[in-house]
Every structure is written in C-alpha cells, then in structure tokens.
C-alpha cells in the first residue's frame, strides 16, 4: 500500500494506491481516514485501487494520520 500526500496551499489530496490482494486493508485505510476527518473521496481501479481524498489541510493531514495509523497495525 501506497501513501502520497500533497500540500497544495488551502487544499491538500490524499492519495492511496494498493492491489486488489489488499483490498480489505485498503478500505480499512479510507474509512478510518473518512471517519476522522470531514474530507471527500472518490476511488477507482479494480486491480490496482487508487482513493485520492481531498480537503482542507489540516483536515488531510489528520486523515492522512489516521489511514497511516491503520495501516500501521
């Protein structure tokens, strides 16, 4: 699993690209990101996943912790 994070001034994008062998931990990543932060998604890809979520930047940066965070364990 992959994580990018770009700080683009008032709004920052999330992006996180997995296979489609860990697909459970991808949406595990993206909801845990969505549930901490008020941010918006869109997800494409069957074998290779891709989520970019984008916000304001200090709401990315939290979602980006929190993803980080689940896939972490």
Known sequence: MKFEFKDQGAVATLTITSSLFEFRKHNRAVDAALLSAD???????????????????????????????????
């Open 39 to 73: 941010v918006t998604a869109r997800t494409s890809g069957i074998f290779i996943r891709k989520t970019v979520i984008s916000g304001p930047a200090n709401r990315s940066l939290r979602a980006y912790k929190a993803a980080i965070n689940v896939e972490a364990k």
